[in-house]
């Protein structure tokens, strides 16, 4: 599949190939905001993200199902909290996190984020 064009359902049907045990936790997050695209059309090996309102962003890094990487980052491209661990375990911290706006949710920056290219919002 060409990287620049890609159907959101198609990449759904491959992270489920890929990664069966995903399943658990693909469907759940499909239903709260998360998109899913080919390997490297955000960034190298990102291939899940959430949006938030204001610019804020989650996403994920599937290197295999047991190598997986989870991070959230601010507005202005910072690290504010991220995880490593199996793609179930990245997948259920990231689902468990609070909205960025929520009082108990990370803010503070911890670092540097990789540059996500991240669809427009239409703003």
Do not use: N
Not at 84 to 113: C, K, S
Request: net charge positive; glycine share 6%.
């Amino acid at each position: 599949m060409d990287d620049s064009v890609y159907s959101l359902e198609d990449a759904k049907k491959a992270a489920l190939r890929d990664y069966p045990e995903f399943a658990h936790t693909l469907i759940p997050a499909m239903r709260v905001d998360w998109k899913f695209v080919p390997a490297g059309v955000l960034c190298r090996d990102f291939r899940g993200f959430r949006l938030w309102d204001d610019y804020w962003a989650d996403a994920v890094s599937i290197r295999s199902a047991s190598d997986a990487y989870g991070l959230r980052i601010d507005p202005a491209g910072m690290r504010v909290w991220s995880r490593t661990g199996t793609l179930t375990q990245v997948m259920r911290a990231l689902l468990e996190l609070p909205p960025p706006h929520d009082p108990r949710a990370p803010r503070l920056a911890i670092g540097y984020a990789p540059a996500l290219i991240l669809p427009s919002r239409g703003r």
